[in-house]
C-alpha cells in the first residue's frame, strides 16, 4: 500500500511541468490575440476573479476622472486577464465623470457601480452585459438616455433611481422583473412601455416620476394591462399605477377590488378620484401626496384601510369613512393640513400611530366607543382641538399622543386607561386634565403632562392636585 501511494506522489510531481506549460502557453495565446494594457498605464484598479478575468473596482484616485476607456484586457504582473465585470461601487461618487466606454467583454455592471456620478451623460452599455445590479445608476442625475442590452432579465431595485433628467428608456423584450423602485424620481420620464415579458413590478417602480403621462402595457402580457395609461393587473381587479402627472377626475373601474400601494401616490393634479362599491381594500400610501384631492367618499363595501393611506393630502378637508373599516392605521391622515371635521365610525377599535398628526385645524373628533388604545402621536400637533372625549374601553394612551395640542382645554381620561405614554399630553398649555385613577393601577410616563395647566386624581383630589412643574 505504502509503495503504490508514493508511487502516486512522484507520478503527480512529474506532472507538474506540464501543467505549467500548458498554462503558459495559454497565457502566452491570449497576449499574441488581443491588445493589453498593462494595469500600470491605466488609472483603473482591478480585483482578480478568476484565473482569466477581473473586474474594476473602486479607488480614491477616480475622483477627478473626466473621461476613461475601460480596457478589454489587462496584464496584472506576467498575466492577462479579460475584464468582464464592473464591480460593486466602483465608480461611486465620481461626481466629474461624464463620459465611460465600456468594452464588450464586460458581462455584469454589480450594484451601485456609477451611483452619484451626477455628471455622467453618456454611457453604452455594451450588449454583451447580462447583469445590471440594484442601484448602479443611482443618482445620475444628468443621464438623459440609456440603451439597456437585450441579455438583461432584470432591472433591480433603485437600478435607476434619482436618473431625474431621464426623458426616454426602453425596456428589452425579456426583462421580466422591474424592481422596487427602479425609476424612482425619475423625474423627467414621460411614458413607460411594459413589454409581454414583464411578470414581476416592484412597490415603488415609479414613484416620483413627476412627468410620467403613461404607462402602456404590451397585449400579450399575461400579468399586467393598461388602460387609457393606467397599469392594472391582468383582469384589472387591482389598480397598480397612476400615472403622476394625469389631472382633473379619476373613476376607478367597477372591476377593481383592490386599490395597490401607492397606486395614486403624488398624483398631485387629481381634484376628485371616484371609488366604485366593487373596491374592498386601500392599500398602503394609495393615495399619500394627492395634493389637489379635497374630498373623497370611501363606499361601504371598503373594510381595510393601510397605513399613510391619505397622508400629506394638504387640501383634503372632508372624508367619509364608513362603518365596515375597523381600524384608522398608522400615519392614515397625518399631515393633512386642511382636515376640518370627521366622523369616526362606531366600529372602529384602535388609532394607529401619527394617524391625525399634524392635522393643524382638526377641530372636531369623536373617538368611538369601541376604541381600545389610542397610538403614538396619534394627534400630535393638533393644535385647532380644543377638547376630546376618551371613551370608557381606551387602555393605553401612546407616547406624545396629543403634545403640543395648545388650544385644548379640558379633558377626562376614564379608570380603564392603565397606561399614560411619555409626553402624551406635552406643553397642552390651557389643559386642564382629571384622571379618574380608582382602580390603583395607572402607569404614567416621563413628561407626561408637562406644561399642562392643572392634573387633578378623583381618588384623592385635594392630595393629587399639582402644579406641572411636579410632574
Not at 146 to 154: C, D, H, L, Q, R
Not at 279 to 287: K, Y
Not at 372 to 395: E, K, M, Q
Amino acid at each position: 500500500m505504502r509503495k503504490k501511494l508514493v508511487l502516486l506522489i512522484v507520478s503527480f510531481i512529474l506532472c507538474l511541468p506540464t501543467f505549467a506549460a500548458r498554462k503558459k502557453k495559454e497565457n502566452s495565446s491570449t497576449k499574441e490575440t488581443a491588445e493589453v494594457i498593462n494595469a500600470s498605464n491605466t488609472q483603473l484598479k482591478f480585483n482578480i476573479l478568476t484565473d482569466s478575468t477581473a473586474e474594476v473596482i473602486n479607488d480614491d484616485s477616480y475622483w477627478s476622472i473626466i473621461s476613461i476607456a475601460v480596457p478589454e484586457r489587462v496584464r496584472i504582473a506576467d498575466y492577462v486577464f479579460t475584464v468582464t465585470s464592473i464591480g460593486s461601487k466602483a465608480f461611486e461618487g465620481c461626481q466629474s465623470l461624464t463620459s465611460i466606454e465600456i468594452p464588450t467583454s464586460v458581462t455584469s455592471i454589480e450594484n451601485e457601480a456609477f451611483s452619484d456620478c451626477s455628471s455622467l451623460t453618456k454611457i453604452n452599455i455594451p450588449s454583451s452585459v447580462k447583469h445590471i445590479g440594484e442601484g448602479a445608476f443611482f443618482g445620475c442625475k444628468s443621464l438623459a438616455d440609456i440603451e439597456i442590452p437585450t441579455k438583461v432579465t432584470s432591472l433591480e431595485y433603485g437600478v435607476f433611481e434619482g436618473c431625474k433628467n431621464l426623458t426616454n428608456i426602453k425596456i428589452p423584450d425579456n426583462i421580466t422583473n422591474i424592481g422596487s423602485t427602479a425609476f424612482y424620481r425619475c423625474s423627467s420620464l414621460k411614458k413607460i412601455e411594459i413589454p409581454s415579458s414583464v411578470t414581476s413590478i416592484g412597490n415603488g417602480a415609479f414613484y416620483g416620476c413627476d412627468e410620467l403621462k403613461s404607462i402602456t402595457v404590451d397585449p400579450n402580457n399575461t400579468n399586467y394591462s393598461s388602460e387609457d395609461g393606467v397599469l392594472y393587473n391582468k383582469d384589472k381587479t387591482e389598480i397598480i399605477v397612476v400615472p403622476e402627472a394625469i389631472k382633473g377626475k379619476f373613476t376607478i373601474p367597477s372591476s377593481v377590488i383592490d386599490i395597490n400601494k401607492g397606486a395614486f401616490a403624488r398624483c398631485r393634479n387629481l381634484k376628485n378620484i371616484e371609488i366604485p362599491s366593487s373596491v374592498n381594500a386601500i392599500g398602503d400610501f394609495a393615495f399619500s401626496d394627492c395634493e389637489g384631492l379635497t374630498n373623497i367618499t370611501i363606499p361601504s363595501s371598503v373594510s381595510k384601510i393601510g397605513d399613510y393611506a391619505f397622508s400629506t393630502c394638504k387640501n383634503l378637508a372632508n372624508i367619509v369613512i364608513p362603518s365596515s373599516v375597523t381600524s384608522i392605521g398608522d400615519w392614515v391622515f397625518s399631515h393633512c393640513y386642511s382636515l376640518t371635521n370627521i366622523d369616526l365610525p362606531s366600529s372602529i377599535t384602535s388609532i394607529g400611530d401619527w394617524a391625525f398628526a399634524n392635522c393643524e385645524v382638526l377641530a372636531n373628533i369623536k373617538i368611538p366607543s369601541n376604541v381600545t388604545s389610542l397610538g403614538d402621536r396619534a394627534f400630535f400637533h393638533c393644535y385647532s382641538l380644543t377638547s376630546i372625549n376618551i371613551p370608557s374601553n381606551v387602555a393605553k394612551i401612546g407616547n406624545s399622543a396629543f403634545e403640543t395640542c395648545t388650544n385644548m382645554t379640558s379633558i377626562e381620561i376614564p379608570s380603564s386607561v392603565v397606561n399614560i405614554g411619555e409626553k402624551a399630553f406635552y406643553d397642552c398649555k390651557n389643559l386642564k386634565i382629571v384622571i379618574d385613577n380608582t382602580k390603583n393601577n395607572l402607569k404614567i410616563g416621563n413628561d407626561a403632562f408637562h406644561e399642562c395647566e392643572s392634573v387633578t386624581y378623583t381618588k384623592d383630589a385635594t392630595e393629587s392636585t399639582r402644579s406641572t412643574e411636579q410632574q
